[in-house]
């Protein structure tokens, strides 16, 4: 049994965190991943305070933050400033009691070059960094491969070899049904049982469009569902690892965006509801 997530991406145009805290609730929904920039604006007018006196008399509860992005082959200068997010997300996740941080692999414009061995090698020392900053706040890492191949890790078999490797127990996995079929049109559905149990950390769920790789994007998702992706498939394969928590909805649709958040959180817990079990 999985439970029910939100990720605030699939209402990021048309909500805010006190509209999804309220209507994720109302809906039913067990999680939130809260999004790093929602949190900064939500802050302009409310208090941490604010927070933990909601997530304190709710049934909800927040799971990851997202997300640090572009984590590799960074200038003095660019990881300066990452390190000051992934500082003010820590202290809101410890605060809060969320107790993990999406941190995704850095995208060019063009495919990425960089080769197999440098983005290994990079990746194992920038996790082994940000998990050193994490550790003292009870923060885990959750490593999301991107499957496009503008971004430089974009598999869950390079992903897992480079959790592995940090070898820490704060350091896993993110497995997005998307990212997954970018890669190669989920080819190896079975290859998600490999990831041990200890090293899944974080489900991001969602459909997509039926375009060809290249074409495809993240503003095709679409509710699970109602595309192409195997995601009973995938969703059976992370349960059979023995992951047990969230599938949290991960959007990016334009056309979600457009609507009223309220029907959006609605219908994306029924979409979501057939995959949890
Ligand atoms: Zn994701």
Redesign the pocket.
Known sequence: MLKLGFNEATCKENSTVEKDLELCEKYGYDYIELRLDMLKAYFQTHTIGDLQSFFANSHLKPFAFNSIEDINFNTPAQWDKLVDLFKFGCETAQAIGNPYMIVVPTMTQEICTKNEKEVFEDSVEVLNKLADIAEPYGVSCSF?PIGDRRWCCNSVRQALEIVQAVNRKSVGL?V?CI?FYMHDKCADVDYIRKIPKDKLFVY?INDCEDLPLGILDHCHRIMPGKGCIPVAEISRAVMDVGYDGPACL?LFRPEYWDMDAEQVIQMGAECCAPFLK
Do not use: A, S, W
Request: no cysteine; proline share 0%.
């Open positions: 999301e993110t997005d990212n991001h991960e």
